[in-house]
T-cell receptor, first 115, second 113 residues
Framework: GDSVTQTEGPVTVSESESLIINCTYSATSIAYPNLFWYVRYPGEGLQLLLKVITAGQKGSSRGFEATYNKETTSFHLQKASVQESDSAVYYCALGSSSNTNKVVFGTGTRLQVLP | DPKIIQKPKYLVAVTGSEKILICEQYLGHNAMYWYRQSAKKPLEFMFSYSYQKLMDNQTASSRFQPQSSKKNHLDLQITALKPDDSATYFC????????????FGPGTRLLVL
């Protein structure tokens, strides 16, 4: 079946440092899945951070970027300079079916940004 | 204002009992979903509904029964509760299927003793 593997947390970085959270996927049920990064801030619900639906394209939001790489089946999340407010759990996910819209999630990566 | 409401926020139940988790969305969406997240596991897809019709059921047990009384409601009834059912249950919705972006509710954390 479809699956998503991402950096195991927790990841700790200092404010203003760069960040990369790795994500690779395996999609057997759909040739070109949509790819997502969701984020859960402390005390809040899961919310969409960014979405890319076309291979080769880059998505960006709140200073975060991720590029849909079909050759390496990767969708790594990057930020050049993190802030303390970026501390959260980040989930990589793929859209597994266009008929039922099932989304397959990774296990999540907890990010702690130190002041 | 919250666009997807889940009630209750926390729920404690005894083994063998039955509970209903409530979900209402005010986004005008046509598709709704349930996911579950157990400790140290990824969110796991359970059901998808479109226009109040079941489109996909990925749960192995019939103890989990979604109920849709209105287009913007998708409740989850769980019968004969087991400790392994302890998890956070998330409701989500999207405009339609076809890989539309899903928006999630805050979740109901269920603990079965």
């Amino acid at each position: 079946g479809d699956s998503v593997t991402q950096t195991e947390g927790p990841v700790t970085v200092s404010e203003s440092e760069s960040l990369i959270i790795n994500c690779t996927y395996s999609a057997t049920s759909i040739a070109y899945p949509n790819l997502f990064w969701y984020v859960r801030y402390p005390g809040e619900g899961l919310q969409l951070l960014l979405k890319v639906i076309t291979a080769g394209q880059k998505g960006s939001s709140r200073g975060f970027e991720a590029t849909y790489n079909k050759e390496t089946t990767s969708f790594h999340l990057q930020k050049a300079s993190v802030q303390e407010s970026d501390s959260a759990v980040y989930y990589c996910a793929l859209g597994s079916s266009s008929n039922t819209n099932k989304v397959v999630f990774g296990t999540g990566t907890r990010l702690q940004v130190l002041p | 204002d919250p666009k997807i409401i889940q009630k209750p926020k926390y729920l404690v139940a005894v083994t063998g009992s039955e509970k209903i988790l409530i979900c209402e969305q005010y986004l005008g969406h046509n598709a709704m979903y349930w996911y579950r997240q157990s400790a140290k596991k990824p969110l796991e897809f359970m059901f998808s509904y479109s226009y109040q019709k079941l489109m996909d059921n990925q749960t192995a047990s019939s103890r989990f029964q979604p109920q849709s009384s209105k287009k913007n409601h998708l409740d989850l009834q769980i019968t004969a509760l087991k400790p392994d059912d302890s998890a956070t249950y998330f409701c989500a919705s999207s405009q339609d299927l076809n890989q539309d972006t899903q928006y999630f509710g805050p979740g109901t954390r269920l603990l079965v003793l």
